[in-house]
């Protein structure tokens, strides 16, 4: 990649990612509304939220919660744009985690009990995902020879031929990242809670706000990693990521959709074993082949 | 001016209802009536919320309990008396621990009477509920507006 | 080069002073001028090396008189532990002291004749390990002035020893300084010897029957590594005739079998020092010593001794099965003690946890022994160097003020002890946030596990790094969460925080210069090792990455900023509609008030001591038991 296709990359990321991020939001609930026979609101209804979120009165517990917020924000898109830069992906992993460190500490700030309840439960949640996220990034590095996203999809065969078992582990800890029931302990978009709005308890107006548009470019940005999995030098194998990245996110609904909330303790121990024995077979299968 | 009222939030209290009423605002989100096609979401947070609905009347332990999750929640905000007893009290008006409907401790805007309140009532409050909202919402901006002006020139 | 005995002896005359000086205030500016001797003389060592071209000098041929002086020191050390082992009812633990001495006393008198070779030995990695302790040692000691005056005047039950104290603590940097600047193999056991005892004597310091217990722990389970390496040294003397440390290495990486079974052994001796499974319960219980000994000897140097031993035979250790062993104790004593650490509420216990865990990785990037994981260890070694002892302080001082060390009742701690809270933020923060400390380290670590085809390692890091991240960031969140406890009285002493501030600045400056440090000073390192340096991370990363870290410094001080002129739009926070109106208690049933308690999870049944410590100790026994033996069998 020359430098001006990475700056055009990361132009679009910061300008689109939230305008994609809303509108597979909005198609979510359009779907899910579906699925339970209902006629849902319209597909753009997450952007009206966040709208109507922006002109309410800023009121708070505490006011450095605000400026967290903004700091996780800011921190997201920023690894989001070292991914789309073309940086290598391990270390966008690592600064992802660090992102939502400042997520937890907005909600920890309140001292509030049912925001930090929901926090701690976000950090059992980081946990569980980080295993496999960094298990990818040495997937790649096993499958294509490096830790940079050009590289990585600029070989001849698709990285999933080689690492299923990676992918597999991906996709179950994603259903994590994006908060879907079965595993939706730390905040969830049902109607049906445990802990009020978890993590999210204390934010409202702007702060609930920014709290979306990140969740949507952090989608945005792993979906990408979804598409890097796919996309080969082939031109067409664009077209196959973009409907892999559909088929995955529809997954994830249905999934939302038909299972009930674990508990976070069996999500800890459910994410590691799969991630252990998906992620980790295919580890040993690379390695030694 | 933004369109606010496609996104009314809200917040359900139960304070000593039947929960008959509660039933039926429940109902009201189900498949069969689907509030959420008007951009209605049930958060069950004060902060996050923009309709306030009151079910049951107001006795004396719960009076300070439904006026802390009025303050807890930002400007603009409309509330809604949702039944007969969110009302006025209801049979229960003239009960030992019963001081009256809603209104007895913070200013409600709508009232959506019955026994319970069918759905199609409580939709109908929250429609003119969410009317309102835009209307407060644009005062509201103003009211920044002039403010920030305000501070500008000061 | 007269500067480098001047180093090793003038601690020891310090110690000599301190234990004859009785009156307090006297010995307190003595110290204060020998602290500031030692750092002085540290800097001019290192001034006068990198003037002096920065290469590898070899000094000091004919130490006969040296030698002598040395032996008989061992012989007093060994006389010394054994009275305290019979005085304490601990004979048998005075064999594992008696045996190797004796055993290097017959080799240096009646042994065969050895190839001579120069005594002292410097090159990147000695003058680094000379600054660590010169500057954060002597730091300490000014610490430790303030703070042992604050420990007496609270825990009046213990007998004031202060010069005790202070003369172990000088005797101690003396012999670290003899023992990074040694290429000679009986000298280096020597002051290993004295380091493992000065860390017995501090722990035992209080003479509680706890502390007693646990500095005998802490004192077989050194000396048993010492023994080690004695065997180690007395095996390899026989078999190749000298007693040259980097010859040894040498002769390892070419896979001679005299020096493998000297490098598994001295490896061994080192995962002992280094703490790592099955031999970290000794680390644990040190933490009873008082916190400068805590900040100075088990955290910051003492136990990087260990981890120097293990960087010095990196290349040995590359590819062989004594390589294999180190790399994989250490991965697992990452994991496991992170796991362990999780399930700390007493923040010392979360620090020596986390320690070890730290350690760990850097000793499984010891024992990949790549110019990458080098790399990345000596900068873990940096880092945790400094943020550690800076924690380790701060958490002492906060438990002066607070009188509590557990990090459930530090909530709000940035509002009621502002000063020290910002500082254990800067360190915390320091120590894992990315982009650097462990960040960094995993980084490589992980990638060079990966091309080394080590896969149980990448499996330890993966998840090492995850349980990392969720015990210093609980941390974190109690020190910035809102409390309506009242604020605490700041009864730091100035020179207290003259150590603290100037640990903070360098941890900012460490993080700031990073690049600049990589490039002049741990490339060369690399390249003196292994003869070869590779770019680890692209620069332009690096200077990104050193914008991250700025910001996140940022953080807590524009956080607390913006709060002291908050004043408009406040709610109470969410509960149920029952928030009593301070954010700390509700309403309960029965209309009283209900104090609300809000606590971190720390997993205790999943993650504690008792059910995690046996098994993992199992194991990384079975498998250093194993490995050692094939080494030696097939030497044999």
């Keep these: ?289 | ?154 | 080069m007269g500067v480098i005995p001047f180093l090793i002896c003038f601690p020891f005359v310090a110690a000599v002073l301190m234990f004859c000086i009785r009156v307090n205030r006297i010995r307190n500016a003595v110290a204060y001028v020998s602290a500031a001797v030692i750092m002085a003389a540290t800097v001019y060592l290192c001034v006068q090396w990198l003037i002096g071209g920065a290469g590898k000098i070899r000094l000091y041929y004919h130490t006969e008189a040296a030698d002598r002086i040395i032996l008989a020191a061992e012989l007093i050390l060994m006389c010394v532990v054994t009275w305290l082992c019979f005085k304490y009812r601990r004979w048998y633990i005075s064999f594992l002291s008696i045996v190797p001495t004796l055993g290097i006393a017959w080799l240096e008198l009646f042994g065969p004749e050895m190839t001579e070779y120069n005594r002292i030995y410097l090159d990147h990695l000695s003058v680094l390990m000379c600054l660590i302790v010169g500057i954060i040692g002597s730091l300490i000691v000014i610490y430790a002035v303030g703070y042992m005056h604050g420990y007496h005047h609270y825990h009046t039950d213990i007998p004031d020893r202060r010069y005790y104290f202070f003369m172990v603590l000088f005797l101690f940097l003396g012999a670290m300084f003899g023992f990074v600047l040694s290429a000679d193999l009986l000298w280096i056991d020597f002051f290993w010897e004295v380091t493992s005892v000065c860390s017995f004597l501090l722990i035992g310091y209080t003479k509680l029957e706890e502390a007693v217990k646990n500095s005998f722990r802490a004192l077989w389970m050194n000396l048993l590594g010492g023994t080690a390496l004695a065997a180690g040294i007395i095996y390899y003397a026989l078999k190749d005739g000298n007693t040259d440390l980097q010859t040894m290495v040498w002769s390892g990486s070419m896979f001679q079998h005299a020096a493998l079974v000297a490098v598994a052994l001295t490896a061994f001796a080192a995962l002992t020092k280094a703490a790592q499974m099955p031999f970290s319960r000794w680390l644990l219980g040190a933490m009873v010593a008082p916190t400068p000994s805590s900040a100075l000897l088990h955290s910051a140097t003492m136990v990087k001794a260990g981890i120097y031993v293990l960087f010095r035979l990196s290349p040995a250790l590359r590819g062989s099965l004594a390589g294999s062993m180190v790399s994989f104790v250490g991965g697992f004593t990452f994991l496991a003690a992170s796991f362990i650490a999780i399930a700390q509420s007493d923040a010392k216990k979360v620090l020596a946890m986390s320690t070890i865990s730290n350690l760990g990785l850097m000793t499984a990037c010891a024992g990949v022994g790549r110019p990458e994981t080098i790399w990345a260890g000596v900068f873990l070694m940096i880092f945790h160097a400094i943020s550690k002892s800076l924690l380790f302080q701060d958490v002492g001082a906060t438990e002066n003020s607070l009188h509590s060390r557990d990090v459930e009742e530090m909530q709000g701690l940035l509002y009621r002890l502002p000063r020290l809270a910002i500082i254990m933020f800067i360190g915390i923060c320091g120590m894992y946030l990315a982009p650097f400390g462990m960040l960094i380290s995993k980084w490589a670590a992980l990638k060079a596990s990966v091309d080394s085809r080590n896969i149980i390692l990448v499996f330890f890091i993966c998840f090492g790094s995850a349980t990392t991240t969720f015990y210093w960031t609980k941390w974190l969140g109690k020190l910035i969460a809102r409390s309506s406890k009242p604020v605490v009285k700041d009864i730091t002493k100035t020179n207290e925080m003259i150590s603290l501030g100037v640990h903070t600045v360098l941890m900012i400056a460490v993080c700031a210069l990073f690049p600049l440090l990589s490039k002049i000073y741990v490339d060369p390192l690399v390249s003196d090792m292994f003869g070869e340096a590779r770019e680890v991370i692209p620069t332009g990363v690096l200077y990104l990455l050193v914008l991250l870290i700025l910001f996140f410094f940022a953080v807590p001080v524009l956080a607390y900023v913006r709060n002291k002129h908050m004043a408009v739009n406040r709610k109470l926070s969410y509960l149920s509609g029952i928030n009593t109106g301070n954010n700390d208690a509700f309403v309960s049933a029965y209309g009283d008030e209900k104090k609300l308690v809000v606590s971190n999870l720390y997993l205790t049944k999943a993650f504690g001591v008792r059910r995690l410590m046996v098994p993992c100790e199992a194991i990384t026994s079975a498998v250093i038991i194993v490995t050692v033996a094939m080494t030696i069998g097939g030497a044999l």
Aim: glycine letters at 8%.
């Design chain 1, 1 to 289: 990649m020359t430098t001006a296709v990475r700056v055009i990359f990361v132009v679009l990321y910061v300008l689109l990612a939230p305008l994609i991020g809303a509108l597979l939001a909005g198609i979510d609930r359009k779907i899910s509304a579906r699925m339970q026979r209902r006629i849902g609101p319209p597909v753009l209804q997450p952007l009206y939220d966040v709208i109507k979120l922006l002109k309410k009165q800023v009121i708070a517990v505490d006011r450095s919660q605000g400026f967290l917020i903004v700091s996780y924000m800011i921190l997201t898109v920023i690894t989001g744009c070292l991914f789309f830069a073309g940086v290598d992906v391990l270390m966008v992993f690592f600064i992802l985690g660090t992102s939502s460190v400042f997520l937890y500490l907005a909600a920890v700030v309140t001292g509030s009990a049912m925001s930090s309840m929901g926090a701690q439960r976000e950090l059992v949640q980081d946990m569980a995902i980080e295993p496999a996220l960094l298990f990818s990034a040495v997937g790649f590095y096993l499958a294509t020879g490096s830790f940079e996203v050009g590289s990585i999809i600029g070989g001849p065969v698709s990285a999933i031929v080689k690492m299923p078992g990676f992918f597999a582990a991906f996709l179950f800890v994603l259903t994590i990242k994006m908060r879907k029931s079965p595993f939706d302990t730390a905040q969830g978009t049902h109607a049906h809670q445990e802990l009020v709005k978890g993590i999210t308890t204390e934010m409202g107006a702007k702060n609930l706000a920014y709290f979306e548009i990140t969740e949507w470019y952090e989608t945005v940005l792993m979906m990408a990693v979804v598409a890097i999995y796919i996309i080969n030098s082939h031109p067409a194998s664009i077209i196959a990521a973009i409907v892999v990245i559909l088929l995955v996110y529809f997954l994830e609904i249905l999934i939302d959709n038909t299972c009930a909330r674990l508990k976070w303790k069996d999500m800890l121990v459910l994410s590691w074993t799969v991630t252990l024995i998906s992620a980790g077979v295919n580890l040993i299968l690379l390695m030694v082949i």
């Design chain 2, 1 to 154: 001016m933004a369109n606010v009222k496609r996104s009314p939030w809200i917040l359900h209290y139960d304070g000593s209802s039947c929960n008959g009423c509660d039933i039926e605002v429940l109902a009201s989100m189900t498949p069969v009536y689907d509030a959420e096609r008007l951009g209605v979401e049930n958060t069950g947070d004060p902060m996050q919320a923009d309709i306030f609905l009151i079910t049951g009347g107001i006795n004396s332990q719960n009076a300070s309990v439904v006026k802390q999750l009025y303050d807890q929640m930002p400007r603009p905000k409309v509330v809604v008396a949702v039944g007969i007893c969110a009302c006025t009290g209801g049979v229960f008006k003239d009960a030992y621990n019963i001081l009256g409907g809603a209104d007895t401790v913070i200013p409600v805007d709508i009232y959506v009477p019955g026994c319970a309140a069918r759905p199609q009532s409580i939709i109908d409050g929250i429609i003119r509920a969410r009317d309102l909202f835009q209307k407060r919402s644009e005062e509201h901006d103003a009211l920044m507006k002039k403010k920030n002006l305000e501070r500008r020139q000061a």
